[in-house]
Nanobody, 125 residues
Framework: QVQLVESGGGLVQAGGSLSISCAAS????????MGWFRQALGKEREFVAA????????NYADSVKGRFTISRDNAKNTVYLRMDSLKPEDTAVYYC??????????????????WGQGTQVTVSS
């Protein structure tokens, strides 16, 4: 299994930007597609974005399309989520996850076998 550690969360004003990162260790990073999910207080975990092993294919939730960008640096074993035009409803704990089917960019959380511990993103109005 791959171990995942998120970082970069924090407090930002509405309309602002924030980037979060997820560092992977333990297994070959390019064996995995990667995803970001989020869970707001009192709500279910929801899909945010996914990227295949090469970075050539991505998938986004409609709620973040055009505002968020997922990317990866395979040399650094890291996946990123750049968040622009943030809204208060983007407030959540953000989790990165690894999918062992590296060509897939699925929204299904059941496809992701490894998860990080999460990082809090808070957007103030």
């Amino acid at each position: 299994q791959v171990q995942l550690v998120e970082s970069g969360g924090g407090l930002v004003q509405a309309g602002g930007s924030l980037s979060i990162s997820c560092a992977a260790s333990g297994r070959t990073f390019t064996s995995y597609a990667m995803g970001w999910f989020r869970q707001a207080l009192g709500k279910e975990r929801e899909f945010v974005a996914a990227i295949d092993w090469s970075g050539g294919r991505t998938n986004y939730a409609d709620s973040v399309k055009g505002r968020f960008t997922i990317s990866r640096d395979n040399a650094k074993n890291t996946v990123y989520l750049r968040m622009d035009s943030l809204k208060p409803e983007d407030t959540a704990v953000y989790y990165c996850a690894a999918d062992g089917v590296r060509n897939r960019v699925t929204k299904d959380p059941a496809a992701f076998g490894s998860w990080g511990q999460g990082t809090q993103v808070t957007v103030s109005s």
